[in-house]
């Protein structure tokens, strides 16, 4: 048998799983997680039911594939649970590494290691109840800084200002280390929160970083920005709402400052000047000059980079994929052995795990099915690699000492959820540690056995 491995659930690997299923090949899912989705599941913002709903439809009718098989809360990697020698040990015809991008960046700075000073994919995924991010501390003060200025950055302010049930937030600072006219976030997104910024304080905030701006030729007229990003502010009407979102532009953090119990209490950035590059993008420089935020809450979300403990050789973006030769739009899923400089063979990445932090869930799954492809057309023309079949996958599984949850345990614990979320009268439910999800799929086990051994009436 040829089997082919995939590392993640999320919609890469789901759609990459499905890509080689539909070829014939027997497809192995091993996830990190308990739950399949990745961040479709535990990143896209919660209230976002409908989006969460369809695409838990599309990874079940993966799941429902008679040759996809699903081995969750397995986490791969030289530090984890089980190496990628131990994979290969199991002679899979090739691996699909979807893991996406799960280490964060720091920026180095003084005190980074302060209490109250968060990743943003830690905090989403904490919202979003991924076990073990869901139970641990998260907690914010009543004046939130949050560095970036893309969608993530939008969300975690979505969060703090309207749906945080600790209602904790009296502000929320965005920080920004180029100008207004550079922000990256969508119009639907900023829509959720324009409300909350304070139109004369957002005009202040234009005017402060005005000249700067125009020596680049950004044109930071209030007119302008209203037209382009915030719509809403448009309107001679447009009244603002407590809490407040403020946007501090042309600034980058230089040293978060701690109080005496070690949570920050202040945050200092440098004053960017922007200068215009040759091929007219521009690039933010940290002049001398300093200012100080009163923040006790900071939370980076500047992007996120990949696990370098998975055991796949990195390159400076991330793992190394085979360099880009002919046609620069064509993406290369290979993986890339700069010691043998050659492509390991059957080894491919696809998702986050080629691009760290890029695009949404669509041009994931339009990713893992592309590099699919590339590992099916590698496959087909390979001998029987004689894979080991699910059955003994999971008994290796399990000789590890591990607790793999196969496709019955999701479907059990689908039942569990779905009797949560109608008990509470909530959209879904899903349980936030992973003793619960165990004890939930051991629970419908016994109903069902109980079922089956109570005698008919
Ligand atoms: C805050 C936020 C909000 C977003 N909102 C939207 C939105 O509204 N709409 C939209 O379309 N997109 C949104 N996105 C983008 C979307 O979530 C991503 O495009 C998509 O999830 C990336 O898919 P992926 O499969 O490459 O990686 P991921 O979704 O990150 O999946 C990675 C999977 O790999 C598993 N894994 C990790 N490490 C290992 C390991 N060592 N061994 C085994 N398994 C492992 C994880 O458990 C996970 O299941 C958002 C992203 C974020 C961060």
Redesign the pocket.
């Known amino acids: 048998m040829k089997g082919i491995f995939v590392?993640?659930?999320?919609?890469?690997?789901?759609f990459a799983a499905r890509q080689a299923a539909m070829a014939g090949y027997d497809a192995f899912i091993?996830?990190?997680?308990i739950k399949?989705?990745?961040?479709?599941?535990?990143?896209?913002?919660p209230t976002?039911e409908k989006?969460k709903a369809g695409l838990r439809k599309q990874f079940g009718q993966v799941l429902d594939m008679p040759n996809v098989h699903y081995f969750g809360h397995?986490?791969?990697?030289e530090d984890?649970?089980i190496t990628i020698d131990e994979l290969r040990a199991m002679r899979p015809a090739a691996i699909i590494f979807?893991?996406?991008?799960?280490g964060t960046r720091k920026l180095g700075l003084p005190g980074e290691d302060a209490k109250g000073v968060y990743a943003?994919?830690d905090f989403?995924y904490h919202y979003n109840r991924l076990p073990p991010f869901a139970t641990m501390d998260f907690s914010t003060g009543k004046h939130v800084a949050i560095v970036g200025v893309g969608?993530?950055a939008i969300?975690?302010a979505h969060w703090l200002l309207r749906d945080d049930p600790a209602h904790a937030a009296e502000s929320v600072t965005i920080v920004a280390r180029r100008g207004p006219v550079e922000v990256k976030f969508d119009e639907k997104e900023i829509d959720y929160v324009e409300q909350h910024i304070s139109k004369p304080e957002l005009v202040a905030e234009l005017e402060r970083v005005r000249e700067r701006c125009a020596r680049c030729n950004q044109d930071v007229s209030a007119e302008k920005l209203f037209e382009e990003h915030f719509r809403r502010m448009k309107s001679p009407d447009f009244v603002s709402i407590a809490p407040r979102l403020s946007f501090r532009f042309l600034s980058s953090p230089t040293a978060i400052l701690p109080d005496a119990s070690g949570r920050i209490a202040h945050l200092e950035v440098a004053e960017n000047d922007l200068v215009l590059k040759a091929d007219g993008s521009t690039s933010a420089v940290s002049t001398s000059a300093r200012s100080i935020l009163d923040v006790d809450t900071l939370i980076f979300a500047i992007g996120?980079k990949h696990?370098a403990?998975?055991g796949l050789p990195m390159g400076p973006d991330g793992y190394a994929t085979e360099p880009a030769t002919g046609s620069a739009a064509e993406p290369h899923f290979a993986v890339w052995d700069a010691q043998t400089a050659s492509a390991l063979p059957g080894c491919y990445v696809?998702?986050?795990?080629?691009k760290a932090?890029?695009?949404?869930?669509?041009?994931?799954?339009h990713?893992?099915e592309s590099g699919a492809a590339k590992a099916v057309e590698f496959v087909k023309d390979q001998p029987d690699s004689q894979t080991i079949s699910s059955r003994q996958v999971l008994e290796r599984l399990q000789a590890k000492g591990l607790t793999p949850v196969t496709k019955a345990d999701l479907a059990l614990l689908g039942k569990a959820e779905a009797r949560e979320a109608q008990a509470r009268q909530l959209p879904s439910f899903k349980f936030s540690d992973n003793a619960d999800m165990f004890a939930a799929i051991t629970g419908q086990k016994k109903e069902a056995e109980e079922v089956q051994l109570s005698p008919a009436d």
């Open positions: 590392v993640g659930a999320g919609p890469a690997g789901m091993f996830n990190r997680d399949p989705g990745g961040l479709a599941e535990y990143g896209i913002y976002k989006m397995v986490q791969v990697g984890y649970d979807a893991c996406g991008a799960q943003a994919k989403v969608n993530v969300d975690i996120d696990d403990h998975i696809v998702g986050w795990a080629r932090s890029t695009g949404l869930a669509g041009i994931a799954r990713d893992g």
